[in-house]
């Protein structure tokens, strides 16, 4: 067989071959020109494209132009509130309370409390990390459902004397807007006013107005069991009587002057001088498992239609963001406010609120420690009922006395068939020894329930 051999003369051939190739598609490639279309989806996103590649961007005043088309085609007339304003937060801050306040929605969306820490050494927020959410849903006069969570508001900042003042405005133009007015003072109870002008030709008065305010409860105490189901309640005031909703429930509720979200030792209240009616109020248990569910406690929810007063919104409101603490809660008269706070039940929820609560708030006043306070009440209380604890020691030793005698009838009336006269025996010496059983227990149990209310 024959051995193939390479071939010189060939290889060359196809060298040459290839680069005639080349040269000739190098040589017939059309030329590239730039490409200047645009397509319309281009033009509407080309204001969030532009930072990333500004070779491709088109001039502001067309993206501008046709961003506002489509905005307008969404929002009607309040495409203005979008078009003339933008992403921020405003903080109003005292010493006791931090509020910050979205633009988008106008609402709130910080709320710490100062002064206080969660169980783990954290800063004490009611509201943070989208765990609340307030809206107004309403209908307008060009047939559109809009929610105000949704739409831009414009700040403004002043000072009312010691007052901090921002006013939001959802604006339709500058003269018809809706207004979210907050006025801080240095106390945890927050002035906020909801308003419109010049809307009663944009608002669509057939369709309900619903305001709609939701929480969802961070845990604040290292014991979830006992936050979540022994001091976790929905309270509201209808009628002029202070009512709460159980562990997970649901009502409607008309005459309704305030809403408060507590969370044990602190609580997110509404209160409206307005009162709301056909309101639906409901709280959620969030805890299903306590291994897992450890963030949130309950989640609270209240819906509730707003009335036109001539074609416009007005109602003056309160937000607190503070402790659940009694003596706080009565400085605001005529709310009842203070009947949410935690005062123990019946006989002994009176000696709180009539004793305990003044004398604790004197002490605090010069001494400040909550710990020696509540030893120096604790000494006061044991001085106080001491006349009682003498009455039961006496009857203590008493017992101790007439034991051999006791023992001796047990002995000679035993088992059931002798129950009966065993016991008339045994009364028979305690009522000659002077002994009750009672009078050693009561003063005892008296003693232990005041030490309890104080603490």
Same mark, same amino acid.
């Given at each position: ?26 040589? @017939? ?26 070779? #491709? ?33 405003? #903080?109003?801050? *005292? ?22 820490? #969660? ?28 929610? @105000? ?97 159980? !562990? ?37 248990? !969030? ?25 416009? !919104? ?92 006791? *023992?001796? !009838? ?46």
């Amino acid at each position: 067989m024959e051995e193939k051999k390479f071939d010189v003369n060939s290889f060359i051939g196809m060298i040459l071959i290839g680069g005639i190739l080349l040269w000739w598609m190098s040589s @017939t490639q059309p030329e590239i020109t730039p490409n200047t279309e645009t397509t319309t989806e281009q033009i509407i996103n080309s204001d969030d494209t532009a930072s990333q590649n500004n070779a #491709t961007s088109l001039p502001p005043v067309i993206n501008d132009s046709l961003k506002q088309v489509e905005i307008q085609n969404q929002l009607g007339a309040f495409a203005y509130s979008v078009v003339n304003s933008s992403e921020g937060t405003t #903080t109003l801050e *005292n010493e006791v309370l931090l509020l910050k306040i979205n633009n988008k929605g106008g609402q709130i969306t910080e709320a710490l409390i100062k002064g206080f820490q #969660t169980y783990d050494s954290l800063p004490l927020h009611m509201i943070k990390d989208n765990n609340s959410s307030f809206n107004i849903n309403f209908g307008t006069t060009d047939n559109r459902i809009l929610n @105000t969570k949704d739409l831009f508001f414009e700040p403004t900042f002043s000072n009312n004397g010691s007052s901090q003042v921002l006013s939001m405005k959802l604006k339709v133009s500058d003269n018809q807007f809706l207004e979210y007015r907050y006025e801080m003072t240095d106390d945890y109870m927050v002035n906020f006013a909801v308003r419109s002008q010049g809307l009663s030709t944009v608002i669509n008065s057939s369709n309900t107005i619903n305001l709609d305010w939701s929480l969802k409860g961070y845990r604040h105490e290292k014991s979830l069991r006992t936050e979540n189901t022994m001091y976790s309640y929905y309270y509201y005031k209808s009628d002029n009587e202070v009512e709460y909703l159980g !562990l997970e429930d649901n009502e409607v509720v008309n005459n309704m002057d305030w809403v408060s979200y507590k969370q044990h030792f602190f609580s997110s209240i509404l209160v409206s001088d307005k009162a709301f009616n056909n309101a639906a109020i409901a709280s959620v248990d !969030l805890v299903k498992d306590e291994a897992i569910d450890t963030v949130f406690t309950k989640k609270y929810s209240l819906n509730t239609p707003l009335e036109l007063s001539n074609g416009e !919104l007005n109602y003056n409101m309160k937000w607190y963001y503070g402790p659940s603490d009694y003596t706080k809660l009565s400085q605001y008269e005529g709310t009842d406010l203070n009947e949410t706070a935690d005062l123990g039940w019946g006989i002994f929820g009176t000696i709180n609120r009539w004793i305990f609560i003044p004398i604790f708030g004197m002490l605090e006043g010069f001494m400040g420690n909550y710990g020696l306070i509540i030893i120096l009440m604790t000494i006061v209380v044991r001085i106080i009922m001491s006349p009682l604890v003498y009455k039961s020691y006496v009857s203590s030793a008493k017992m101790k006395v007439i034991r051999p005698e006791l *023992n001796a !009838l047990n002995e000679k009336y035993p088992g059931k068939e002798n129950a009966m006269k065993r016991q008339q025996e045994t009364m028979a010496v305690q009522r000659k020894a002077g002994v009750s059983m009672l009078s050693g227990c009561i003063p005892a149990l008296l003693t232990n329930a005041c030490i309890l209310c104080i603490i």
